[in-house]
């Protein structure tokens, strides 16, 4: 959708939900020391400033990062913590805010290959001069699920595939589901996370269900709900194929930490739909 820009909506409370995740994983994958492959097919501009106009408008990181103090943060979001306070020069509340891209960047090694993929052409562009220099990262600028079935298996055959749809697109609840389920037969041991957003119409029910059935890797489905179903955006949920063995608990011992974003009535929900 080339109308979608996330620096609307960076460093909100799905941001930090899902951002939270993949530094996690990523984290855990790089405990091996075989070189590793990030493949991020919606990787938008890779960082953001939320005192510019576009995040001001929405206002959604003070909900969101900016609502998260400084101040006693839990050992199990330690990777998370880093990526952020490093993008934040350590000045807290932060006014910058790293996107999945440089998320990666900043947690992997000069060994590990990063595979960014941005189809909107000016946010193409500000990835494409933010890594230049960087060999480690390849930039592509094409369609985001022609590219999440091309671009894998990775030459390193270990490491994740960030999947991260603005949604915009109705179709995307079945497109997306179909061209991740193709990307898991040509990469069956590679980790995918996949995010949805949960809305008040429930399209993410259907959806959900769909992603079960196409696939058949381990799946862990993570919901972060900030608020009961309502107007607008009331949660934030991940689907991860092959999870870390140490995910669910991870995520289980952040329980209160992420309870911070919510109002009454929130709630975190973590589930293994397949072991």
């Known amino acids: 959708m080339l109308s979608?820009?996330?620096?609307?909506?960076?460093?909100?409370?799905?941001d930090v939900h899902k951002h939270l995740i993949f530094s996690l994983v990523l984290d855990y994958l790089l405990k091996k020391d075989k070189p590793l492959s990030v493949i991020d097919v919606y990787a938008g501009s890779g960082f953001y400033d939320l005192t510019d106009n576009r995040a001001k408008k929405t206002g959604e990181a003070e909900a969101g990062i900016q609502a998260i103090p400084d101040t006693a943060w839990p050992e199990a979001a330690a990777p998370y913590r880093e990526v952020t306070r490093r993008a934040a020069a350590h000045q807290w509340p932060p006014r910058f805010y790293p996107g999945s891209p440089q998320i990666a960047a900043d947690l992997a090694r000069s060994k590990d290959r990063l595979v960014f993929n941005e189809l909107h052409p000016r946010e193409y562009e500000a990835l494409k001069s933010r890594f230049a220099g960087d060999p480690r990262v390849h930039v592509h600028h094409r369609e985001a699920l022609e590219a999440l079935v091309a671009l894998v298996p990775p030459p390193e055959k270990r490491g994740l595939v960030l999947v991260d749809p603005s949604y915009e697109v109705k179709d995307e609840y079945r497109t997306v589901p179909e061209a991740l389920a193709r990307a898991e037969l040509k990469w069956p041991t590679?980790?995918?996370l996949l995010w949805y957003p949960l809305l008040a119409g429930g399209a993410h029910h259907p959806f959900v269900q769909?992603?079960?059935?196409?696939?058949?890797?381990?799946l862990l489905q993570s919901e972060f709900c900030i608020r009961p179903p309502g107007a607008g955006m009331y949660?934030?949920?991940?689907?991860?194929?092959?999870p870390p063995w140490t995910l669910a608990a991870s995520l289980e011992s952040l329980r209160g930490w992420l309870g911070q974003l919510?109002?009454?009535?929130?709630?975190?929900?973590?589930?293994?739909?397949?072991?």
């Open 4 to 14: 979608y820009l996330h620096g609307f909506h960076a460093g909100n409370f799905a």
């Open 190 to 192: 590679g980790v995918f």
């Open 210 to 218: 769909l992603v079960e059935r196409l696939t058949s890797a381990p």
């Open 235 to 242: 949660g934030s949920g991940m689907m991860i194929l092959n």
């Open 262 to 275: 919510q109002g009454p009535g929130g709630v975190t929900r973590i589930r293994n739909v397949r072991t």
